[in-house]
């Protein structure tokens, strides 16, 4: 006759022993499957004399239960240890920094900034934007600006030339964006209201100058535009790109061959231990040029000086954004080092808009 004694205490070491669910499994089939150890005790029971019945009957239930217990408590254990490990092993650090999305990583050069800037102040004051390309005739460059042949004016641009083509035409990259100007001069009728932002190139290098550097010129064309709807634009573009309620203008007399007369203008600021504010203080800072367009580039663009006059003006993007962005030297804005970008790029989605604020 089978111990029972010594049956359940090698079945409840087995399920001690079980290290998993799968293993506990299969004690439990080798105890109470079909063809179990305990299932064949349990069926030993129905040959039985009545008496026989009535002692081992207990005993065999009894082992069942037991067993049957032990099993059910170490399933509960051992999934109680499975949790505890993949707490552990899951854990996380929420103090952990979250990562930038890759669509929000990247960075707005300062330059593409600015341009964005300008655009959106001068739209708001009913401008449009126009392009040309960078490789321009001599005559779109100078000749129609009125840069007489021969004369020493187009020696202050130091011009890139290209090889002569097969006519003999010497094209050049353009030196400033006013080629665009003409452009729009001759194909489209005043009332004209337009900036031209864009590349342009001189045969220039050190400290504050690179071969291409970027422009912004803005042009008025109507019967009555005058010196001081210009003044006006530009004191309320100042105020707006640099973000400041009022600023004092400087209007100093100066040359250019296409407008008469001809401007610089300085804007108030204050240096103090190198830094630099606007709208404040007692110093001036050059920011653009500008004038009265010349009665002769409109006569080469197709107007009548005596019905349309209008004004222009011109400055250096990357002069603008150096100083309203504290940037020290301009070569780092054309080496494409990405170490640069993340200290002074803007982010995708900041942007520029008068609502929100320009640099918000
Ligand atoms: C400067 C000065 C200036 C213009 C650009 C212009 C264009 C046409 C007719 C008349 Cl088509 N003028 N442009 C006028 C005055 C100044 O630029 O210092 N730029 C950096």
Redesign the pocket.
């Known amino acids: 006759m089978t111990d029972l004694n010594q049956l359940e205490r090698d079945l409840l070491t087995q399920v001690e022993a079980a290290s998993d669910e799968a293993a506990l499994e299969s004690v439990r089939v080798s105890a109470l499957g079909k063809k179990g150890s305990v299932s064949e005790l349990l069926k030993t029971l129905g040959a039985m004399t009545p008496e026989e019945r009535k002692e081992r009957g207990p005993l065999i239930n009894g082992l069942r239960d037991k067993v049957q217990g032990a099993i059910v408590a170490k399933k509960e254990t051992l999934a109680e240890e499975a949790l505890e490990a993949r707490l552990s092993a899951e854990r996380i650090d929420v103090t952990l920094p979250v990562p930038e999305a890759p669509e929000s990583r990247g960075r707005i050069h300062p330059i593409s900034q600015v341009i964005e800037e300008l655009t959106a102040i001068f739209a708001d004051m009913g401008f449009s934007v126009a392009e040309g390309p960078d490789i321009e005739t001599d005559y779109l460059n100078f000749t129609a600006?009125n840069f007489p042949e021969g004369h020493p004016a187009r020696e202050m641009h130091d011009t890139f030339f290209l090889a002569p083509d097969e006519k003999g035409e010497r094209k050049v990259l353009r030196t400033?964006t006013?080629p665009v100007?003409?452009r729009t001069?001759t194909s489209k009728a005043p009332p004209i209201r337009v900036i031209i932002p864009g590349r342009t190139y001189r045969h220039d290098s050190d400290q504050t100058h690179t071969p291409m550097f970027h422009?912004v010129?803005g042009?008025v064309i109507d019967k009555q535009a005058n010196i001081a709807h210009m003044k006006w634009i530009l004191e309320e573009f100042c105020k707006a790109f640099f973000e400041v309620d009022q600023v004092k203008m400087r209007f100093r007399p100066s040359f250019?061959p296409?407008?008469e007369p001809?401007a610089?203008v300085d804007i108030q600021c204050s240096r103090k231990g190198g830094e630099i504010r606007f709208g404040e203080g007692t110093d001036w800072l050059e920011i653009?040029?500008?004038?009265m367009?010349?009665p002769n580039?409109l006569r080469n663009c197709g107007l009548d000086p005596d019905e349309y006059q209008g004004f222009?003006?011109?400055?250096?993007i990357d002069r603008i954004a150096m100083l309203k962005y504290g940037m020290p030297d301009l070569r780092p804005f054309f080496e494409a080092d990405v170490r640069w970008l993340n200290h002074y790029g803007f982010r995708p989605l900041d942007i520029p808009s008068l609502v929100s604020g320009l640099t918000s």
């Open positions: 600006l400033h006013s100007q003409i001069m422009q010129e042009l250019f296409f407008t001809s610089e653009l040029g500008c004038g367009v010349h580039v222009a003006w011109g400055m250096g």
